[in-house]
């Protein structure tokens, strides 16, 4: 004999809401969850993701390389130009944020701020002779994760511009990042009028040598601390970067004034004084070098790196180390300057992802609730979002702890295979840039990794480990 039936039942209603009309006219109550299939319903890479998920290999894998990017202690040693530091920045190169890109497919601003370095090295007397060379390939561009470099929005970094150079003493890895030129009208959002060129020159000359001589008088800054503090300090290390600047700032004033005329010490702390934003790409340049750290595990799922060109958005895995899985880039949903809107953005683009990467920017979002004025949003969505956020990785942060969660570390450790099964793509928070060249940033605001790059990845992973899925 079955029992009977409750009188009144109490339900769980699955994400499909065809049922709930006659359930509430029967009088049950109901709780909607907002499941949905793995990898989107797609049978086969919802296949792939559950073999992977149960393999312990994986797993052990992913403990692994999840320990090498917590364990990585990134020190800024100095600051030289690129083509010192970079061998294939001898020629006639120049470096791009995201993806692999050709000239037909670049998207306006990068088209400028290519334009813009080519005007900057002197290779063509003009916008439209720099764009020429480029068309025709008479000047080459590669990716600067290419070259354990990333740049930031365009990504452009050109022969002449100086570097950051981060290091891992343990390891003896390196990674680069250019100097921040601020908000608004810049090389990055494609801008390349001449006081965008005369700006790149004064950071190119007084900046680099005032900071140069700084550093080599400092003889190295500890970096992971540092951002650490600022982490607790109200930043995200992403789209706000005070409290970092700030510190950094503190930290190097000494050697500055030491060093330096009190003409070119006043320029420079100017430049940072107005700069919130300075530090962004010295906390690119550890998440770079954090990241770098874990590639290459066999079997790892781990994400290695995200970023995007303006027409693509690209991710690395540890198990596939060196193979992009790319997807349309989205446009960026934010708030928007004065007389811009949707219809004027490009889509999304920019190297500073790699941030997310590691655990910082939008992944730590409850960490900067002040940054919800910047991009959208509200301070609920902040905490929320950086709990979403914990499920699609393999661990926290040691050392990057966020005080609104009772400090609990940073989320840290992007697994693929997660953000397959729950179909929850990594949160990033991003400026906007016009999507003609020329114009620069008329924005800020949030936007999602697209799913089918990690689709994309765990089909190949899955493939490489258990062969045809």
């Known amino acids: 004999m079955t029992p009977a039936l409750p009188e009144s039942l109490q339900i769980i209603n699955l994400g499909i809401p065809t049922f709930l009309p006659g359930l509430a006219l029967a009088g049950s109550r109901?709780?909607?969850?907002?499941?949905?299939?793995?990898?989107?319903?797609?049978?086969?890479?919802?296949?792939?993701?559950?073999?992977?998920?149960?393999?312990?290999?994986?797993?052990?894998?992913?403990?692994?390389?999840?320990?090498?990017?917590?364990?990585?202690?990134?020190v800024l040693i100095g600051t030289a130009r690129a083509a010192t530091l970079i061998p294939a920045l001898s020629e006639r190169r120049l470096l791009h944020a995201g993806p692999p890109l050709d000239w037909k497919r670049a998207a306006g601003p990068v088209r400028g701020a290519l334009i813009g370095a080519a005007l900057l090295e002197g290779w063509a007397p003009d916008p439209a002779s720099a764009a020429a060379a480029l068309a025709a390939g008479d000047i080459a561009f590669e990716p600067c994760h290419h070259h354990g470099a990333v740049g930031p929005m365009a990504g452009i970094i050109s022969p002449s511009m100086p570097l950051w150079i981060v290091k891992d003493p343990a390891t003896g890895r390196q990674a680069y990042c250019n100097y921040n030129e601020g908000l608004g009208k810049v090389l990055r959002f494609g801008a390349h009028s001449p006081e965008v060129l005369a700006r790149l020159n004064w950071m190119g000359g007084e900046l680099f040598e005032t900071l140069r001589r700084a550093l080599d008088q400092l003889g190295g800054l500890e970096l992971r601390p540092l951002m650490a503090r600022a982490l607790q300090m109200g930043d995200e290390l992403h789209n706000r970067n005070a409290a970092a600047t700030g510190l950094f700032t503190r930290q190097i004033a000494p050697a500055v004034a030491r060093s330096a005329s009190a003409a070119s010490a006043a320029a420079v702390f100017d430049f940072l004084g107005a700069n919130d934003h300075f530090f962004l790409n010295l906390s690119m340049a550890a998440c770079k070098l954090a990241c770098d750290s874990a590639r290459g595990v066999e079997g790892s799922s781990i994400c290695t790196a995200m970023a995007r060109n303006g027409s693509d958005f690209g991710i690395q895995v540890s198990g596939l180390d060196g193979i992009w899985f790319t997807a349309p880039a989205p446009v960026v949903d934010g708030l928007f300057f004065a007389g811009y809107g949707p219809a004027d953005a490009a889509p999304d683009l920019g190297d500073s992802a790699i941030t997310e990467t590691a655990g910082l920017g939008g992944i730590s979002l409850a960490a900067a609730p002040s940054i919800v004025r910047f991009v959208g949003g509200t301070s609920a969505l902040a905490l929320a979002t950086t709990r979403r956020m914990a499920a699609i990785c393999a661990g926290e942060h040691p050392e990057f702890t966020i005080p609104a969660l009772d400090f609990q570390g940073s989320p840290a450790g992007i697994d693929a295979r997660r953000v397959v099964d729950l179909n929850r793509p990594p949160v990033i928070n991003t400026g906007i840039a016009h999507r003609e060249a020329g114009i620069g940033q008329i924005g800020a605001g949030i936007t999602a990794a697209p799913l089918a790059c990690f689709e994309q990845a765990i089909s190949q992973l899955a493939s490489q480990r258990f062969g045809v899925i």
Do not use: E, Y
């Open 30 to 74: 109901v709780t909607t969850t907002a499941w949905k299939p793995p990898a989107r319903g797609d049978a086969a890479i919802g296949w792939a993701a559950a073999r992977l998920t149960a393999d312990t290999a994986v797993d052990q894998a992913n403990t692994l390389a999840l320990s090498r990017l917590t364990a990585s202690r990134p």
